[in-house]
């Protein structure tokens, strides 16, 4: 799930945290990066979106990160078994 419009990044944390996915910059999608902004201590986590899987607990943005208009939103697919299906070639 992708948003179809570019947000702020104010805009996509909103979006986010209603619709449990994760916000990515277009410009850095070939990364396959996506941050999960949380309420906890680890704040906002860094996640490989490809794997699910967490690579770190904290980021740290840049100024032009947060000014960036090219945010969105990345579906998470937390189904385990959906996900090693997905990757089968029948």
Known sequence: MYTDKNLTIREAVKLALQNNCYIQQ?????????????????????W???????????????LNGLIAT????VKKESDPIKRSLSKLKV
């Open 70 to 73: 090219d945010w969105r939103l």
């Open 48 to 62: 490989n979106i490809e794997k699910e899987k967490m690579i770190s607990e904290k980021w740290n943005p840049v």
């Open 26 to 46: 277009e410009s850095k999608s070939a990364l396959n990066i996506g941050f999960y902004p949380t309420n906890k201590p680890s704040h906002v986590e860094i």
